[in-house]
Each structure stands twice: as C-alpha cells, then as structure tokens.
C-alpha cells in the first residue's frame, strides 16, 4: 500500500471511530470482498458465506475502537473473520459433516448412469461448470476446520507465515509444515479422483444429473456461475511466501466480488437506526 492510500485509510479509520458514517462506508466496502471469500471458502455454500459474512462486518463495525494499528486493517479484520469462522457452527457443513474417503466412494460408486436427465433445458455445458466450482468448493469441507483454514489462508492468500502463526496461536515453523502437508493431501486427492484437475475418473459433466438428484447444484439457482469474478487478487499483507512447488495445481481457488445481497445489507445498517451500535459501542 502507497503511503498516500495508507495515509487516507488512516483517515477513515479515525473518522469512522468518531462516528461518520461515510468513512466507515469506505472501509467496510475495502474489506466486504476479503470477509466473503475466507467465509465462502470456509463454509462451502453461497447463502452460508453471505449470512456469516453479514456477521462478520458487524463485528469489524463494533470493534473498530480496538483496532490499534499494530498490523495493516485488512489483517486485523482477517483476524477477526479467521476466528469467528473456525467456531462458526450455523452452516449446512457443520450439520453434514464430509471426509475424503466418503467424497471418494461417491466418486467411485455412485450410479450415475441411471438418473434421467434433470437438466430442465439448461445446457449441460453451463451445469457442469457450476458443478465443478461447488464441488472444488465443497471439497475443502472434507478437511478439518483447522486444516482448511490453513489451506485457505496459505493457498488463496498466501498470509505469511509469522502472521498466520499469530493469528491461529502456532509458530510460524508449525503453520508451514501444517500447509505444506494439507496442500499435498489435498493434491493427491484431485489427482486420484478429479478428471478436471488430475487423472481421476471424475468428469463434472457426466455427473450433472446425479448432482441434480442429490441438491448438490440446482439448475434453476446458478450460484457459482453467477457470481462475478473478482479481477484483482486479494491480499492481507504485502509479505508473500511460497511454501512448496504444487500451488499451480490449485487453479480452482478464485475470488469472487461480494454479491448484492451482501452489499445492500451494509447499506440498509448504514442507513438504518441500526447504526447507532457502532457509534456509542
């Protein structure tokens, strides 16, 4: 970050302690992007993120007077979202538990071929791309809570490892050792099982039905198709590390703009009676 951006977020930061609604307007749009994609990465499905992301925000909005500028803003509310989501327990994910060995047996036992076609005259081509985003999506949900975080932290914004370690409570040593396993497990996975991203026998089009059958995609709700894609990458800090040589094999890790749905419910808080938490918190 320039020095005259650092010195404008300054500026806001102090002005939206004081309680002006603008600068904390400015602030939370910088961040909204960030919080959605650690949740949805995290929680597995659109709805989830966005209703933890909402939580999160109002988090960032209520503790603003604690931020003591010992670390950059986007860490600081990284932080806060990383812990607020590894205790996170309102998602379908946390109900439904899913390991590797049960997404593989589906992988290799499911009897596709007997599901009529459900694609309701949506073409097959756009239903397969949605699978394939929720499905690397939905995967990380395999992973313990702990190791996912590491794995999205590590993988999608490479967060060093001096902060990472601080802000899961490891050395740093332990947190590269901890991704560095993380990542090649879930890199075996994809290349044992997934014909999109290795040479598994998994091939997203062949399955759009059974998904269909088994609400894993909805033909009416594209949500990953949808979604925008976000341009610029996201990062909590300046200081990037490579741990391994496998982060190529990671393609399907993209962001995503905060959807409207986000967006306009920090506009109704900003304009609501609502807002008057942040001011006297």
Known sequence: ?????????????????????????NLLAGVQDLVFNLSLR???????????????????????????????????????AVNHLKNYKKHMFA??????DDYGDDILHARILEVPDLTQNVEKAILAEELKLSCTNVMLQCLDTESRCIFIMGTMFQVDSRIAGDILGITPEAYRQR?????????????????????GKCHCEERVNYAIQNHRIHPSRLDFC???????????????EEIDEISQEFSFCRT??????LKQFLTDFLNGKSFSVVKNG
């Open 95 to 100: 109900r439904y538990p899913l390991s590797f």
């Open 42 to 80: 995290m929680l597995g499905t659109l709805p989830d993120a966005e209703d933890a992301s909402q939580d999160i925000l109002l988090k960032v909005m209520t503790h603003l007077s604690s931020f003591r500028k010992e670390s950059s803003f986007s860490t600081w509310v990284f932080a806060i």
């Open 256 to 261: 995503y703009e905060s959807p409207e749905r």
């Open 1 to 25: 970050m320039n020095q005259s951006k650092d010195k404008e977020l300054q500026v806001w930061i102090d002005q939206a302690i004081a309680g002006d609604k603008q600068s904390l307007e």
């Open 226 to 240: 949808h979604a925008v894609p976000k341009q610029v990458a996201l990062e909590v800090t300046a200081a990037m």
């Open 179 to 199: 991704l560095s396993r993380v990542r090649r497990k879930m890199a075996d996975f994809l290349r044992e099982y997934c014909g999109e991203y290795g040479k």
